[in-house]
């Protein structure tokens, strides 16, 4: 089992910046990839960013290319999204991911466990 804590979510105005932390325990990471995506009100939800645990590869979706950066922290077992140039667009619940096998890191569907989400609210 793998348990996932987010946290930083929070609001800010636009061309601000955010940093969210996600915590994970309950397993090792090295054969895993973890991912953020986001939601909200009344959408899909959609892929963020995504890291390979064990080289650190690094994927992006086109709107936040740029703009966010996916990190890890191997001592802290944690994943982090720092995030630059808010826009309101960005307005969204983030959720952490787990995916155990990642043959494609842009889809949810290859993700295995969750966090609970922290809301992140950007101001015009």
């Known amino acids: 089992q793998v348990q996932l804590v987010e946290s930083g979510g929070g609001l800010v105005q636009a061309g601000g910046s955010l940093r969210l932390s996600c915590a994970a325990s309950g397993r090792t990471f090295s054969s895993y990839a973890m991912g953020w995506f986001r939601q909200a009100p009344g959408k899909e939800r959609e892929f963020v960013a995504a890291?390979?645990?064990?080289?650190?590869?690094?994927y992006y979706a086109d709107s936040v290319k740029g703009r966010f950066t996916i990190s890890r922290d191997n001592a802290e077992n944690t994943v982090y999204l720092q995030m630059n140039k808010l826009k309101p667009e960005d307005t969204a619940v983030y959720y952490c991911?787990?995916?155990?096998?990642?043959?494609?890191?842009?889809?949810?569907?290859?993700?295995?466990?969750w966090g609970q989400g922290t809301q992140v609210t950007v101001s015009s």
């Open positions: 890291i390979r645990w064990s080289d650190g590869s690094t």
């Open positions: 991911a787990v995916s155990r096998t990642g043959p494609n890191l842009y889809y949810r569907w290859y993700y295995d466990y």
